[in-house]
């Protein structure tokens, strides 16, 4: 099985801050990497697909980066509204997510 | 406009099943696949596995093989998760989500609203 971990597991950080989420995976995955966005008592919604299309619709101020076992996950200038649980996924073997990492508002 | 609608909340026993439904609409069901990804309170998305709406082939995580049964009725555009043999630790919101599968590319581009799965004696 592929082994997916993220850092940091939360982070505070202040409005208009640039924000950076780390993911890796146990063994190569290629580019096979999704990230989503999951707000208190809400479903998940992709945001990255493939390890940096940003999917259709989502701000541009969230991007993602890497391959092979090393992922970035940024959003360069942090909102009120991108107040949630972000989690990794890879889809090179099954599916697999990340523990996710928390971010909130300092 | 694509909506996933899941059945609701459930209350059961240890050792019981339950059955979620997932009743899609705004595309080609068939088209596509679904997965099933639960959520343990407080705690972080796990895979549960996928069918495809297409054929009905299953792909299982192994930790639930021999309890999980998937299916689909195309007739209704619905997919259904049934897990037996349930233990205070499947207590969870269980969601389903469209999986769109094109060239090497796979993500879950739409989801159900979740549907809580406590169990309980």
Not at chain 1, 23 to 49: E, F, H, M, R, T
Not at chain 1, 60 to 71: E, L, P, V
Not at chain 2, 93 to 119: E, H, I, K, M, N
Request: glycine share 8%; with cysteine; net charge neutral.
């Amino acid at each position: 099985d592929i082994q997916m971990t993220q850092s940091p597991s939360s982070l505070s950080a202040s409005v208009g801050d640039r924000v950076t989420i780390t993911c890796q995976a146990s063994q190569d995955i290629s580019n096979y990497l999704n990230w989503y966005q999951q707000k208190p008592g809400k479903a998940p919604k992709l945001l990255i697909y493939d390890a940096s299309n940003l999917e259709t619709g989502v701000p541009s101020r969230f991007s993602g980066s890497g391959s092979g076992t090393d992922f970035t996950f940024t959003i360069s200038s942090l909102q009120p509204e991108d107040i949630a649980t972000y989690y990794c996924q890879q889809y090179d073997n099954l599916f697999t997510f990340g523990p996710g990492t928390k971010v909130d508002i300092k | 406009q694509v909506q996933l609608v899941q059945s609701g909340a459930e209350v059961k026993k240890p050792g019981a099943s339950v059955k979620v439904s997932c009743k899609a609409s705004g595309y080609t069901f068939t088209s596509y696949g679904i997965s099933w990804v639960r959520q343990a309170p407080g705690q972080g998305l796990e895979w549960m596995g996928w069918i495809s709406a297409y054929n009905g082939n299953t792909n299982y995580a192994q930790k639930l093989q021999g309890r999980v049964t998937m299916t689909t009725d195309t007739s209704t555009s619905t997919a259904y998760m049934e897990l037996r043999s349930l233990r205070s630790d499947d207590t969870a919101v269980y969601y389903c989500a469209r999986d769109y599968s094109y060239y090497d590319s796979r993500l879950f581009d739409y989801w159900g609203q979740g549907t809580l799965v406590t169990v309980s004696s």
